[in-house]
């Protein structure tokens, strides 16, 4: 059966996941690989998240097994929202959704925002896993390698008749502060 006949356009516009790849060499022994963002193993809590994980199964087992709302845990949304509430942000626990760590977050942005042959400006060098879902929906991705560059940047591709639908950065630029960033431009 050749299944490559049946791919749909978004499975043939794929490409190589440059992190799969990054993490491949990282199983080779000895070697400590700075390439793919991979921490040290004796870092991980693994103490901590068992007593979390017991105390989770003993208190809360059943409802947490259960199926339940794709924006994820009531109480858990509300403690963030109290949370982020006390650092200023005007939130309640509707304006937040749990996800599968921050790249399924910058996926489902992309979803939502993006629409093929949009223009997303990154900062330059970006975040691979970022690209992977821009690529992967179809934008046009333009580098910014400086920050104060970008309205330039942003002037050009209006001249072209287009309008960025959003900027990513990632910490290598001075201004995102260490965390990931998407700014709606459009
Ligand atoms: C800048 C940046 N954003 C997002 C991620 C993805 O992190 P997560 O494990 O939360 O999906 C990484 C992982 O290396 C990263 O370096």
Same mark, same amino acid.
């Given at each position: 059966m050749f299944?490559?006949? &049946?791919?749909?356009?978004?499975? &043939? ?11 491949? @060499? ?8 700075? =390439?793919?963002?991979? +921490?040290? +193993?004796?870092?991980? +809590? $693994?103490?901590? /998240?068992?007593? $979390?994980? *017991?105390? !989770?199964?003993?208190?809360?087992? %059943?409802? !947490? /097994? #259960?199926? =339940? =709302? ?6 858990? *949304?509300?403690?963030?929202?109290? *949370?982020?509430?006390?650092?200023? /942000?005007?939130? %309640? ?5 749990? %996800? @599968?760590?921050?790249? #399924?977050? $910058?996926? &489902? @942005? %992309?979803?939502? /925002?993006?629409? +093929? ?6 900062? &330059?060098?970006s975040y691979?896993?970022?690209? #992977?879902?821009?690529?992967?929906? #179809? ?13 330039? !940047? $942003? ?23 260490? *965390? ?7």
């Amino acid at each position: 059966m050749f299944y490559d006949k &049946l791919y749909s356009e978004n499975a &043939l516009n794929m490409r190589k996941s440059p992190i799969r790849e990054l993490l491949r @060499t990282a199983d080779i022994n000895k070697l400590i690989s700075f =390439a793919g963002g991979y +921490p040290n +193993p004796a870092t991980f +809590p $693994i103490e901590d /998240l068992k007593d $979390i994980m *017991r105390d !989770v199964m003993d208190n809360e087992g %059943t409802s !947490v /097994l #259960q199926y =339940a =709302a794709s924006e994820g845990n009531i109480k858990l *949304r509300k403690i963030l929202a109290e *949370r982020y509430t006390k650092e200023g /942000l005007d939130i %309640t626990y509707e304006n937040i959704i749990i %996800t @599968t760590s921050s790249q #399924q977050a $910058i996926d &489902l @942005t %992309t979803k939502v /925002l993006i629409n +093929p042959g949009d223009i997303v400006l990154c900062g &330059l060098p970006s975040y691979l896993g970022a690209l #992977q879902s821009f690529w992967s929906y #179809q934008a046009d991705i333009v580098g910014v390698r400086d920050f104060s560059d970008m309205e330039k !940047v $942003i002037k050009d591709v209006i001249a072209k008749g287009k309008k960025p639908k959003f900027i990513y950065t990632v910490p290598d630029f001075p201004e995102s502060v260490g *965390r990931d960033i998407i700014i709606k431009t459009a």
